[in-house]
C-alpha cells in the first residue's frame, strides 16, 4: 500500500463547520493522489496561500503539510465580509514502505501544492534468473 489516509478529526472538523459556521478551525485541505509510472503524485489544494509559509517534513514515513494563510486586509481596515479561512491549515500522511521518501519532490503552482515520491527501487517489480534442470537459463518476472 502506498498511502494510509488517517485523520481521525476531519469528520468531526466536517460537523464542527456544519454547526458553529465557518467560525470552526480551518478544513484540512483538500487532496488527490495517484501512481502515474514510477512516481506518487498528492495535490494539495492551497489556493491563496504564500509558498513562503508552507512547510513539509517526514518523520519515520509520516508525512506533515502545514501552511498559513493570513487575512489579506491592512491592520485597521474595517472588514465588511470575511468568508475565506484564515489561519494555519495541515494535513498528515502516513505513506508507505514503498516509497522513497528521501526524494520527495515539492512544487507549488496555481494555488496547487504538488508533491512527487519516487517509489523505493526494492519495491519496483524485477525478473529474476532461473536456471533450469538442464542447465538452460529462464527468465520470469517477479
Partial sequence: MMLMRTDPFREFDRLAQQVLGSTARPSAMSMDAYRSGDDFVVHF??????????????????????????????EGAE???AER??????????????????????????????????????????????TGGSGERKQISG
Fill in 79 to 81: 472588514l465588511i465580509v
Fill in 45 to 74: 489544494d492551497l489556493p491563496g496561500i504564500d509558498p513562503e509559509t508552507i512547510e513539509l517534513d517526514v518523520e519515520r514515513n509520516v508525512l506533515n503539510v502545514r501552511a498559513e494563510r493570513r487575512n489579506p486586509a491592512p
Fill in 85 to 130: 479561512p484564515t489561519g494555519s491549515f495541515t494535513r498528515q500522511l502516513f505513506l508507505g514502505d514503498t516509497l522513497d521518501t528521501e526524494r520527495i519532490d515539492a512544487s507549488y503552482d496555481v494555488g496547487v501544492l504538488t508533491l512527487r515520491i519516487p517509489v523505493a527501487e526494492q519495491a519496483k517489480p524485477r525478473r529474476i534468473q532461473i
